[in-house]
């Protein structure tokens, strides 16, 4: 649905964009995560092309956006919805008249108009607040008003620029619930950018990784966490540097399965647990466990995990 290919973007001799190639496909929550400066936003702004690449193609629901001019480049536009950090809502408009807006621009006509913006609200679960102006909204509420006026042109993807990162942990979980199900009700395919786990973790299909410009990992959550030294997995389980002959168990699916007393009984070897957790993910449950084994049928004990379908990793 997204795709963008060697996307280099230049601020003087800062470069914010270092050669991105980025693949969202239809209908999934792809994540960009990266700390401050990494370049997140500046991407986000070259995916509908507030922001011109130096050089590098875009291309959404099949249009070449790099090739087109500014007038087609603002038709494509409104089928590509904005959610903003910090709502961005007009002060001196009814929160009905801030979800209108994009469709006065469009030329849409005034019971049309009505209609629409009242099933938006419905959707963001704002139904009976139309009258009222932005400073009588929490910043959740705000949020909301945020996302129906992105909605307001049927877009079939919405970009998300740090949407929930002003909202307090309670009011974070409920606006991504809500970005869930508009995907999931909706098939909307969704871009985000954060610089929060917990987003990640809590809604996203698949996510890219990045740093001083540049993606370092990117995929579906389940395929990374399955992949041996992914970045991801590290951030998601802190755990401390492993020493040398430290095994570290990566388990999707059924934590529950007791795998671990298994080896003890199969294969004669004792386990010492030095860590781990277990994490909920929107791709399912995935637990984490750093052990040391000794004595019994050691080789034999990893190779038994890793038939079990764990990803063992044991430090050199
Ligand atoms: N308009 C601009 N003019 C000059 N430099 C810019 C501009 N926009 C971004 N940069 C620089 O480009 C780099 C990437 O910035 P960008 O805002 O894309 O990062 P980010 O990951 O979104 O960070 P944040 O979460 O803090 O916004 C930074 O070094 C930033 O200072």
């Keep these: 649905m997204?795709?963008?290919?060697?996307?280099?973007?230049?601020?003087?001799?800062?470069?914010?964009?270092?050669?991105?190639?980025l693949a969202v496909r239809q209908g999934e929550i792809f994540g960009v995560l990266g700390q401050s400066g990494a370049g997140k936003s500046t991407l986000l702004r070259c995916v509908n092309l507030l922001e011109r690449p130096d050089s590098g193609t875009v291309t959404v629901a099949g249009r070449e956006l790099t090739k087109l001019g500014e007038r087609e480049l603002n038709q494509a536009r409104q089928r590509i919805g904005m959610v903003h950090q910090h709502f961005a809502l007009l002060a001196s408009r009814t929160v009905a008249g801030n979800v209108a807006f994009p469709l006065e621009?469009?030329?849409?006509?005034?019971?049309?108009?009505?209609?629409?913006?009242a099933e938006l609200l419905e959707l963001v679960g704002l139904g009976g607040r139309g009258k009222d102006h932005p400073?009588?909204?929490?910043?959740?509420?705000?949020?909301?008003?945020?996302?129906?006026?992105?909605?307001?042109?049927?877009?079939?993807?919405?970009l998300s620029d740090e949407a929930t990162s002003a909202l307090d942990p309670g009011t974070t979980e409920s606006i991504l619930g809500l970005l869930k199900s508009l995907n999931r009700e909706l098939g909307l395919t969704i871009l985000l950018i954060t610089h929060e786990m917990n987003v990640v973790k809590s809604i996203c299909d698949s996510v890219a990784i990045m740093e001083n410009g540049r993606i370092r990992e990117s995929g579906g959550i389940g395929e990374l966490i399955r992949t041996p030294g992914s970045r991801l997995t590290?951030?998601?389980f802190p755990l401390p540097e492993p020493a040398a002959g430290h095994i570290t168990l990566t388990f999707t699916g059924h934590?529950?399965?007791?795998?671990?007393?298994?080896?003890?009984?199969k294969f004669d070897v004792d386990v010492n647990i030095l860590g781990g957790a277990i994490e909920e993910l929107a791709a399912g449950s995935v637990g984490r466990l750093r052990v040391d084994l000794a004595g019994g049928e050691r080789d034999n004990a990893l190779t038994y995990l890793r038939e079990r379908g764990l990803l063992v990793e044991v430090a050199g």
């Design 135 to 158: 400073r009588q909204l929490s910043g959740g509420q705000k949020q909301r008003v945020g996302i129906a006026r992105a909605l307001a042109g049927r877009p079939e993807v919405l």
């Design 255 to 265: 934590p529950e399965e007791p795998v671990i007393s298994e080896v003890v009984r």
């Design 234 to 236: 590290r951030e998601i």
């Design 105 to 117: 621009v469009m030329g849409v006509g005034r019971r049309e108009r009505d209609q629409r913006v």
């Design 2 to 21: 997204i795709e963008a290919s060697g996307l280099r973007k230049l601020y003087g001799q800062t470069v914010a964009l270092d050669g991105v190639d």
